[in-house]
């Protein structure tokens, strides 16, 4: 007998689940308003739960629900995310029933795949007794800063009009409402710019206890997009951060950028769907995870 049940998460374990958080990643975590508001304006929503001995959250774990475009058609995908084990009930195997849970309950909304871009610790949870799939290591780029000179026009609102990266290999719909939703409802600090009939959305954060800038996301022409986020960035931040596109790598070398040790590990696991192990069939920017 493992010892501990599960159940789903309820607004009584919100200061537990964000201890865990904290416990876990420092100051680098969730704040309360950016908990709330992932968890809760999610147009998609999330799947939560948490882990108990004895009436102790001693783990959680959540699935956020987005709606994306796999094979060309559109479906329902869960990532994992924002989940740690208490570190005295390590090993007791939490995390995988956790993930467990959420599988069964994301296949019984008609869940098509499950995704992650997995930590260290967690890689071997997921390809292991979960039998998930490695799909993918993402590169991470790098551009040192000082600030360049403006570009681009300050969105203030996304307005209705489809999905906007509609020509991209899968990857999760990009609408007038998740893009609200995900960048300017966001208590995170991000700028969205439109030039050349994209737009693009820098971040700032600190991480690991410097002040950094991402390129959140970008749909459109690369370059003048990528001279706006680096026009965009905040002073104070020296490094700006993005995932380039299949083909987009000279256009990120001309503006600076250039690849970093650190890699995204993308996997998944299908479920009503099938699952595309093709790396080159999926896109993703870092405003897709997490994370960042």
Same mark, same amino acid.
């Given at each position: 007998?493992?010892?501990?049940?599960?159940?789903?998460?309820?607004?009584?374990?919100?200061?537990?689940?964000?201890?865990?958080?904290?416990?876990?990643?420092?100051?680098?975590?969730?704040?309360?308003?950016?908990?709330?508001?992932?968890?809760?304006?999610?147009?998609?929503?999330?799947?939560?739960?948490?882990?108990?001995?004895?009436?102790?959250?001693?783990?959680?774990?959540?699935?956020?629900?987005?709606?994306?475009?796999?094979?060309?058609?559109?479906?329902?995908?869960?990532?994992?995310?924002?989940?740690?084990?208490?570190?005295?009930? &390590?090993? +007791? =195997?939490?995390? /995988? #029933? !956790?993930?467990?849970?959420?599988?069964?309950?994301?296949?019984?909304?008609?869940? *098509?795949?499950?995704?992650?871009?997995?930590?260290?610790?967690?890689?071997?949870?997921?390809?292991?007794?979960?039998?998930?799939?490695?799909?993918?290591?993402?590169?991470?780029?790098?551009?040192?800063?000082?600030?360049?000179?403006?570009?681009?026009?300050?969105?203030?609102?996304?307005?209705?009009?489809?999905?906007?990266?509609?020509?991209?290999?899968?990857?999760?719909?990009?609408?007038?409402?998740?893009?609200?939703?995900?960048?300017?409802?966001?208590?995170?600090?991000?700028?969205?710019?439109?030039?050349?009939?994209?737009?693009?959305?820098?971040?700032?954060? &600190?991480? +690991? =206890?410097?002040? /950094? #800038? !991402?390129?959140?996301?970008?749909?459109?022409?690369?370059?003048?997009?990528?001279? *706006?986020?680096?026009?965009?960035?905040?002073?104070?931040?020296?490094?700006?951060?993005?995932?380039?596109?299949?083909?987009?790598?000279?256009?990120?070398?001309?503006?600076?950028?250039?690849?970093?040790?650190?890699?995204?590990?993308?996997?998944?696991?299908?479920?009503?769907?099938?699952?595309?192990?093709?790396?080159?069939?999926?896109?993703?920017?870092?405003?897709?995870?997490?994370?960042?």
């Amino acid at each position: 007998m493992p010892g501990y049940e599960l159940a789903a998460y309820g607004p009584a374990q919100r200061e537990d689940y964000l201890r865990l958080l904290h416990q876990a990643w420092g100051d680098d975590t969730l704040t309360g308003d950016e908990f709330d508001w992932w968890f809760g304006g999610n147009p998609a929503g999330s799947l939560m739960s948490v882990a108990r001995d004895d009436g102790r959250v001693i783990g959680v774990a959540s699935h956020s629900l987005y709606r994306m475009v796999l094979g060309g058609e559109a479906r329902l995908a869960s990532f994992s995310v924002h989940a740690t084990t208490d570190p005295a009930a &390590r090993g +007791r =195997g939490i995390f /995988v #029933a !956790l993930e467990r849970k959420h599988e069964q309950e994301a296949e019984e909304r008609g869940v *098509a795949v499950v995704l992650a871009f997995a930590s260290a610790p967690t890689a071997p949870l997921f390809l292991g007794p979960l039998g998930w799939t490695e799909i993918a290591q993402l590169r991470i780029w790098a551009r040192p800063l000082p600030v360049g000179r403006k570009h681009g026009e300050r969105v203030e609102r996304f307005e209705p009009a489809g999905d906007a990266a509609a020509d991209w290999p899968n990857h999760i719909l990009r609408d007038a409402g998740y893009l609200n939703w995900r960048y300017l409802d966001s208590p995170r600090d991000y700028a969205a710019f439109r030039a050349a009939g994209g737009y693009a959305v820098v971040g700032h954060k &600190r991480h +690991r =206890g410097r002040a /950094v #800038a !991402l390129v959140a996301d970008l749909v459109g022409p690369v370059r003048p997009l990528l001279r *706006a986020c680096i026009a965009g960035v905040r002073p104070g931040a020296r490094v700006l951060f993005a995932v380039p596109g299949r083909g987009e790598a000279a256009a990120y070398l001309s503006c600076g950028f250039v690849p970093t040790p650190r890699s995204l590990h993308f996997m998944g696991k299908s479920l009503a769907g099938p699952l595309d192990l093709d790396p080159r069939a999926w896109r993703f920017t870092l405003g897709d995870t997490d994370f960042f």
